[in-house]
């Protein structure tokens, strides 16, 4: 009976051993595939945002062949190019495809909706690399006595780059948080339309934003502490992660000094007549309402035009004279000495309104943004949703 099912054990011993090895490879050579396209994907876009880094194709292939499968390096059939083993390309979501380009600049992000974004293949968000043991096949054990000599064997993963979700500690640049609601219109991120926040008073329905000191404690039961907003304005941005999906501290009213710092500070950085370009977080505010917490779901980067002084000012005496317009890359001027007349055509020129469609009133403590519509350096890890700025960190997608 031994000797008969001889040839049968030794079966066994092939498929477990040779099987169980195999499945080490596999395994290893997809580790191989994910750390070079994670690598890679980091590296995806410039520094700057202004274009797709050609370059991200040799860090992910030297990423990839610096790793060992079964002991062994690594195959990858790249040499140059966006073709072969490494390739740049878009990643859709409702297809679950990639499809590889060479394109290099970056599609607009605004007056865009998620779905036509997806389906846009010159839209660059991913990087694809396949990792092998083919020029160098796996050695099998017992499985050679049935003519198995070795197994080739091949990995594939995708990296995507999504959007800035989690920021890391000095990402956003003041303690201020923008409400979703009023950088979309008709479900899309849009930066043809200036808000308004209200520092003086909660607006209910009105609110495109308010005060945060960042704090993600547990549902924000400590509130948003005024000392320390205070102590961030014009410093060096959020302290610790600003995580994604976590709700955190805000305060839509009014937090006694803050808004005369934050109006020295900008005019310090722009003399009042220059934007100032801020990245900050983007909250989920219902209905247009801010509470005491809201979930973080992105990041927004927005050019301030303009802060009112903290006092009534019933005669426009401080309304703007002069102010660069970043969408047109033109001034607008008005040497008219009635400043009512001066504040009607600025809200005008920068097309500032409130949420519900009306045009933003001269308020004492307003600060008035625009969304901004130019490509942005990366940041954060992928995850947000799209208000313009691409994340730095990718995810694997497959």
């Known amino acids: 009976m031994v000797a008969l099912l001889i040839l049968v054990f030794i079966g066994f011993a092939a498929v477990a051993i040779d099987i169980g090895h195999l499945i080490v490879v596999r395994n290893e050579l997809q580790n191989a595939a994910d750390a070079g396209c994670l690598a890679g994907a980091r590296f995806l876009y410039r520094d700057d945002g202004m274009a797709v880094n050609e370059n991200s194709n040799q860090i992910a292939y030297e990423a990839t062949i610096a790793n060992k499968s079964d002991k062994t390096p690594v195959d990858v059939h790249w040499t140059a190019g966006n073709t072969g083993d490494v390739e740049r390309g878009h990643w859709s979501f409702a297809t679950r495809t990639f499809t590889p380009t060479e394109l290099t600049p970056p599609v607009n992000l605004w007056d865009v909706s998620p779905e036509e974004l997806d389906a846009n293949p010159a839209f660059i968000n991913a990087l694809r690399v396949k990792a092998r043991r083919q020029d160098t096949p796996s050695a099998s054990f017992f499985a050679r006595i049935f003519g198995y000599e070795n197994f080739s064997l091949s990995r594939e993963a995708i990296t995507y780059i999504g959007f800035a979700g989690t920021l890391a500690p000095g990402e956003a640049d003041q303690p201020i948080a923008i409400c979703r609601e009023s950088l979309l219109v008709n479900g899309q991120y849009t930066c043809s339309t200036g808000r308004m926040i209200t520092n003086h008073e909660v607006v209910a329905g009105l609110e495109s934003g308010g005060w945060t000191d960042f704090n993600q404690d547990s ?180």
């Open 219 to 398: 549902a924000c039961l400590t509130g948003t502490n005024a000392e320390t907003v205070r102590s961030l304005i014009c410093g060096s941005g959020n302290p610790e992660p600003v995580i994604l999906g976590q709700s955190i501290a805000i305060n839509g009213g009014y937090i006694e000094f803050a808004h005369g710092q934050l109006r020295t500070c900008w005019e310090a950085f722009t003399g009042r007549t220059r934007p100032w370009t801020l990245t900050l977080p983007v909250i989920e505010c219902p209905g247009n309402n801010i509470g005491n917490c809201a979930s973080v779901v992105g990041a927004v980067t927005v050019n301030i035009v303009w802060i009112n002084h903290w006092e009534n000012d019933p005669l426009y005496s401080e309304a703007p004279w002069r102010m660069e317009n970043p969408r047109t890359g033109t001034t607008w001027s008005s040497n008219n000495s009635n400043g009512q007349v001066r504040w009607n055509s600025f809200v005008q020129n920068f097309n500032l309104q409130n949420v519900d469609g009306s045009p933003a009133p001269y308020q004492r403590r307003g600060v008035y943004f625009l969304p901004d519509c130019n490509t942005h350096q990366p940041r954060g890890r992928t995850g947000g949703e799209n208000f313009g700025i691409m994340a730095k960190i990718p995810v694997l997608a497959k």
